[in-house]
Structure formats: structure tokens, C-alpha cells
């Protein structure tokens, strides 16, 4: 029996008569951008998340950096600031703050949990440093308590990067739970195909309860406009399709349930995964995790990958490089962060999705505990 690393077109078709009926409305309609599937969707998503504003946008990239540019508008943010990053994150959270003219500043990662290790964030603080950027790395939520704690000690913003963590719940400092996305002074979504909410195509968003925040990303996101033809502002084209924002809609509806079944898969594999070769991930708190990835650790990582490939079980490598080894940042080349570096050369993701059957988490379970 063959396991995919993840069946998109299984995921999909759930959804399909509705695929279908929405983009007939859509066709119809004849107003693709910015109409009223984009405005549904926002509400939607801003309700979802426990927030005032969702502004739809064209990828989590993108989401990330208009945060950072309405703070520059706004004047709280100014070219050459720094913003404190996980080193251990896609590329993508750090080519925003770059692209934003701001100085990204890597902080070592936490072994255990792949996010920041707070007892480093001192360490990388400099009368430069203005926000900082906790990144929910592979669907778990950062420590926020510790992270708005040092960010209100230090006077620092705060921007999630909520790209992997839809749903994500964490309970702030004991007390009721609150969803990834209003947990800090902004965030930033993507709906790249593969997420726990994904478009069938890209998409991404804002969310924020800052309702100046919210007002300057919606002209930045349409040229700087807000009003058709009227500039304000020197902005961007990052607009969220209208059929994207439709699709999603759709999806957001099955979102928990989704995430639901992958908690109950990842209960599992924490459960039954007995291999002393392969280091599982920490077990979370309740509902802080969602698990778009199921990431382990092995020291023979290739020869790993390759004994799970023969016997039919997908995997991918989330990341195989760190960004500060990245040809891309050739000035970070010569850093060393040990923890981030051997996270980066031992991660290996095993399938994951809501719609893996039992026999294929069983199928999953017993390949790696044979290894």
C-alpha cells in the first residue's frame, strides 16, 4: 500500500460540488476582484480568528511584508529597523522583513519545539530592535506569553507568522484560549494549497485589531487607493482572488473538523512511533498545535528517507537549509547557529492530513518502527 506525503486531490474533491457551484455564482457575476467573495471571506476570517479585520491579500509573503509597511506609513517602523526572527523559518518570513527595508535578526531556534528559544531573545536585542516576529512553525504556536512579555518589557511589536498555523489555539496566560492570528499586535496567513486552509492556488491575509493597521494594508494591497483611481499611497498589487476567497470560504467550514482529525493522528504517532532511532516531536498543550506538519528527527536522515521511499511512504524535508546558509543571504553565511543548523540536517516530515485513513497511519507506524 502506497502512502502519499499528502493527497491534495482527495483533500479537494470533499469539496467539489460546491467547487463547481461557486465558481458558476463566480463566472456569473462578472466582478473578479475585490467584490463580495473577498469581503465574505474576511469576515469570515476575522470572526474565525477572534479579530476586527482580516484583509485578504496575495500570498503569506506578502502578508507579512504589508504588515511591516503600513508600521513604516504609520511611523512606527522606519527603513533599517530590526526585527528579531527564528532562525530556524522558511525563507519567506525573512525575505518579508528584507523586502520591507527592515533588518531581519536571527534568534536560535528551541530544539524541542523548532521555535524561538526565548532565553536567547536578550541576546539579539539592540536599541535598533522594534518588533519582533514569533514564526507558529509547523502548525504549533509560540510560546506568546513570553514573547509578549519580553515584547511589552522592550516596547517591541508584535507580528505573527500564522502562515502554518490555521485553527491554532493557545491560552494566554491562563486563561481562555485565543486563535493564532489574535495574539499579537498583527499576523500574517497564507493559503498556499498545502496548509491547513488551503486555496487552490495562492492567497494569503492580514489579521489585526489595529483598525490603522487594517485601513493602510487595504490601500496598500490596490496601489495605494482608497478610493478607485485616488492614490494615497506609493502601494502594491496584492490582492486575494475573488474565486480564491470563494474557495476558501468554502473550506473554512470543515477547518476544525480538519484539524480535529490531524490531532488524532498526530495522538497516534506520539502513541505508538516507538523507533529510538527517530526523535517525535514534543507533545503540545491542548489545541496549540495542528499539526500541518508531523516533523521527527533522525541522525541518518538520507538513509532514512530513502528506506521509507522503497517501502511506499512519502516524506518531505521541511527545510533542508537554513535561511543563514541560503546563497540568497551570502552576508549570513559565515554565522553559526548550532541548535538551527542540526534541526535543519535531521527534520524529516511523514504524511499528515485529514484525510489519511487508519490503515495508512497503521501502514506509517509500522514502517518507521521497523527501521
Known amino acids: 500500500m502506497k502512502t502519499a506525503f499528502l493527497n491534495l486531490q482527495k483533500i ?44 485578504g491579500v496575495a500570498n503569506g509573503l506578502e502578508a507579512l511584508r504589508l ?77 506568546m506569553d513570553h514573547v509578549n512579555a519580553f515584547a511589552q518589557e522592550n ?17 494566554v496566560q491562563n486563561s481562555r484560549l485565543k486563535n493564532a ?53 506609493p502601494g502594491f498589487n496584492s490582492r486575494l482572488d475573488e474565486l480564491q476567497a470563494a474557495l476558501l470560504s468554502i473550506k473554512l467550514e470543515q477547518l476544525d473538523a480538519d484539524n480535529k482529525r490531524r490531532r488524532e493522528i498526530a495522538t ?8 529510538p532511532k527517530v526523535i517525535l516531536p514534543v507533545a503540545p498543550e491542548v489545541d496549540a498545535h495542528v499539526f500541518h506538519l508531523f516533523v521527527v528527527r533522525t541522525d541518518n536522515r538520507d538513509e532514512f528517507q530513502k528506506y521509507l521511499t522503497e517501502n511506499d511512504i512519502g516524506t518531505l524535508i521541511h527545510y533542508p537549509i537554513p535561511p543563514h546558509r541560503q546563497k540568497a543571504f551570502s552576508e549570513w553565511n559565515q554565522l553559526t547557529f548550532p541548535v538551527t543548523e542540526k534541526i535543519h540536517n535531521t527534520v524529516i516530515s511523514l504524511p499528515m492530513s485529514p484525510v489519511m485513513t487508519t490503515d495508512e497511519v ?9 527501521y
Not at 30 to 53: M, P, R, S, W
Not at 155 to 171: M, P
Not at 362 to 370: A, D, G, K, P, S
Open 362 to 370: 497503521e501502514r506509517v507506524i509500522e514502517v518507521v518502527n521497523r
Open 67 to 143: 504588515i511591516l509597511e503600513s508600521y513604516k506609513v504609520l511611523g512606527k517602523l522606519k527603513d533599517g529597523d530590526e526585527v528579531i526572527v527564528a532562525a530556524n523559518t522558511y525563507i519567506a518570513t525573512i525575505l518579508a522583513i528584507k523586502q520591507a527595508g527592515l533588518t531581519p535578526v536571527l534568534a536560535e531556534a528551541e530544539a524541542e519545539t523548532y521555535g524561538f528559544d526565548i532565553t536567547k531573545l536578550k541576546q539579539v536585542l539592540t536599541p535598533k530592535t522594534k518588533a519582533i516576529m514569533p514564526v507558529h512553525l509547523y502548525g504549533q504556536i509560540t510560546n
Open 181 to 233: 492570528g489574535n495574539l499579537g499586535d498583527a499576523a500574517g496567513f497564507s493559503f498556499y494549497p498545502t496548509k491547513n486552509l488551503g486555496a487552490l492556488g495562492d492567497g494569503g491575509a492580514v489579521t489585526t485589531n489595529d483598525d490603522e493597521v487594517a485601513d493602510v494594508v487595504k490601500m496598500l494591497r490596490n496601489y495605494g487607493a482608497k478610493t478607485k483611481y485616488v492614490n494615497d499611497l
Open 12 to 55: 479537494n474533491a470533499r469539496f467539489e460540488s460546491q467547487f463547481q457551484k461557486v465558481f458558476k455564482d463566480f463566472l456569473d457575476s462578472g466582478y473578479y476582484i475585490l467584490g463580495n467573495q473577498v469581503k465574505e471571506f474576511e469576515k469570515a476570517f476575522a470572526d474565525y480568528c477572534g479579530t476586527k479585520h482580516c484583509i
Open 155 to 171: 516596547n517591541l511589536l508584535v507580528i505573527e507568522d500564522a502562515a502554518q498555523a490555521h485553527g491554532a489555539r493557545f491560552k
Open 268 to 275: 497516534t504517532y506520539l502513541t505508538q512511533l516507538s523507533n
